[in-house]
Every structure is written in C-alpha cells, then in structure tokens.
C-alpha cells in the first residue's frame, strides 16, 4: 500500500518539476527579444528628437521645399524661388544670360506679362556675383514687388529682417540690411568691382540715404539688390538690400577665389 501511495506521488512531484522548468524556459525566451527591442526603440527615439544644434534648424520656413523639377518643367530658366515673410512676395525667380529685358514683359509661361520675378541677366545663377540683383515689378494690385517699397519705412523694415532664397543646391537665409528710393542709374546695378576695397566703397555709397541702414561691423562681402519702381519722382526706383547669413546668424564670409569680379558688359 506504501509503495502504491508513493509512486503517484513521486510522479507528480516530477511532473511539477518539468513544468516548472519548461516555464522558467518560456518566460527567458519571450523576455530577451522584449529587452532588445526596448533597446532599439529607444535609440531610435534619442536620435530623432535629438535637439538641433542651430536655431534656424527649426526654422520652418528654412526647411521648406520647393518642386523645382515641376517647374523647371514649365521653364528652364527657372533658377530660385523667392519668399520674403510678411510680404506676398513669394514668388519663382527667372533669369535669361546676359539680359535684363525679356523677363520685364513676360511671366513663366513666356507670355506677355508684368507677372513675374527675375535676376539680372549680368548677375551669376549661383550667387557667386557680389551684388546680386532681382526685380520685380510694382503692381497696382498689390501683388508681384509692390511690398519692397514698404521697406522704406523704418517700423517695416525693422519687424520684416529676413528673406528666403531656395535654389535646388541650399537655401539662402538673408538679413537686410537697408532700403531707400533712388534714381535709376546704371551704377545701382553695376556686377561688376575692380576689388572688394571698391565693393565696399560701393555698398558704402549706396546705402547711405538710408538713415537706418544697418550695416554689420565686420562688414559685407556680397549683397543681394531687390529692386521695383517707386513713386517718389520719375523713373525712380526703390532697392531693398539684404546680406547672406551664416550658420551662427552672422554675415557670410566667402572665400576670395569664389567671388565673381564681374565684367562691364554695358
């Protein structure tokens, strides 16, 4: 009777210790992959909210996109686009080699038209001419670069600092720098300097009617010139000027061999 007791005792025992054993197994499997995806996720998590080293990184009008593939398929002479905050200039930028007229009367469509945004044919597609220069014209509408004239009031000018430029190689952040009305000699859109000593004799000279123009103390080795008609007299001209900045918000420095002298072509 012992042993008949016993036996089915002793088997249970065994089997309680198998089955302890077997979950023990269980439970190690199902915990591992558990710890090496807590793992995983969370380098992921660390990497991409790792805080931006620079303020413009969070800048959403600095990683804005542009489809230029879409509208270099409308025309190839599209070259930038332009985007000024606080204005409607928000605009594709055109540009013909060498000519300054064809865009004067046409729009992206190459229609007859006063709707459309171009550079100077004499200044570089890749910016590397030191005065690089836009138009656009004055619309009765509003539209187009009727607000580069408000730039000429110095609240303006002060609150609206930055502007945009969006090439398929980078995006240019610009900081301006001065805005007046002038006539319109040739001089406001020469491209071309003997030196950086004349450049900035230049700049000097034709930013000095603006009574807060603010120009940076280590000075500025390339502009940006945008330039609308104005109504202040005949055939005047009001010019915003702006300066690249860096990545510590300061103004570009470049490197002398990049820099394109120009030519007098005119």
Same mark, same amino acid.
């Given at each position: *009777?012992?042993?008949?007791?016993?036996?089915?005792?002793?088997?249970?025992?065994?089997?309680?210790?198998?089955?302890?054993i077997g979950l023990s197994k269980?439970?190690?499997?199902?915990?591992?992959?558990?710890?090496?995806?807590?793992?995983?996720?969370?380098?992921? &998590? =660390?990497?991409?909210?790792?805080?931006?080293?620079?303020?413009?990184? &969070?800048?959403?009008?600095?990683?804005?996109?542009?489809?230029? =593939?879409?509208?270099?398929?409308?025309?190839?002479? &599209?070259?930038?686009?332009l985007y000024i905050p606080g204005?409607?200039?928000? $605009?594709?930028?055109?540009?013909?080699?060498? +000519?300054? +007229?064809?865009? @004067?009367?046409? +729009?992206?469509?190459?229609?007859?038209?006063?709707?459309?945004?171009?550079? +100077?044919?004499?200044?570089?597609?890749?910016?590397?001419?030191?005065?690089?220069?836009?138009?656009?014209?004055?619309?009765?509408?509003?539209? *187009?670069?009727t607000d580069i004239t408000k730039?000429?009031? =110095?609240?303006?000018?002060?609150?609206?600092?930055?502007?945009?430029? $969006?090439?398929?190689?980078?995006? $240019?952040?610009?900081?301006?720098?001065?805005?007046?009305?002038?006539?319109?000699?040739?001089?406001?859109?020469?491209?071309?300097?003997?030196? *950086?000593?004349?450049?900035?004799? $230049? &700049?000097?000279?034709?930013?000095?009617?603006?009574?807060?123009?603010?120009?940076?103390?280590?000075?500025?080795?390339?502009?940006?010139?945008?330039?609308?008609?104005?109504?202040?007299?005949?055939?005047?001209?009001?010019?915003?000027?702006?300066?690249? @900045?860096?990545?510590?918000? =300061?103004?570009?420095?470049?490197?002398?061999?990049?820099?394109?002298?120009?030519?007098?072509?005119?």
């Amino acid at each position: *009777m012992n042993k008949k007791i016993l036996l089915p005792i002793f088997v249970f025992a065994v089997l309680l210790i198998l089955i302890s054993i077997g979950l023990s197994k269980v439970g190690k499997k199902s915990y591992k992959p558990e710890i090496s995806m807590e793992v995983t996720t969370t380098t992921q &998590v =660390e990497t991409t909210t790792q805080a931006p080293t620079k303020a413009y990184e &969070v800048d959403e009008n600095y990683k804005r996109k542009i489809d230029f =593939e879409s509208l270099k398929a409308i025309n190839s002479d &599209v070259i930038a686009w332009l985007y000024i905050p606080g204005t409607v200039i928000d $605009y594709p930028v055109l540009w013909k080699e060498y +000519d300054i +007229d064809y865009y @004067l009367h046409r +729009d992206i469509n190459h229609k007859e038209s006063y709707y459309s945004v171009y550079m +100077d044919g004499y200044s570089n597609t890749d910016f590397s001419t030191l005065n690089n220069i836009i138009y656009g014209h004055h619309m009765k509408d509003g539209t *187009m670069f009727t607000d580069i004239t408000k730039f000429k009031d =110095e609240n303006f000018f002060k609150e609206h600092r930055m502007i945009y430029i $969006y090439t398929p190689q980078k995006t $240019y952040r610009l900081k301006t720098f001065a805005a007046l009305y002038s006539d319109a000699a040739p001089e406001r859109r020469q491209t071309y300097f003997d030196d *950086m000593n004349y450049f900035h004799d $230049y &700049v000097d000279r034709m930013t000095k009617e603006c009574s807060y123009r603010d120009i940076p103390t280590t000075g500025i080795d390339k502009i940006w010139s945008f330039i609308t008609c104005s109504y202040e007299g005949d055939n005047t001209r009001t010019i915003l000027y702006a300066y690249e @900045l860096n990545d510590d918000d =300061e103004p570009q420095r470049y490197d002398i061999s990049t820099i394109d002298f120009g030519e007098d072509h005119r």
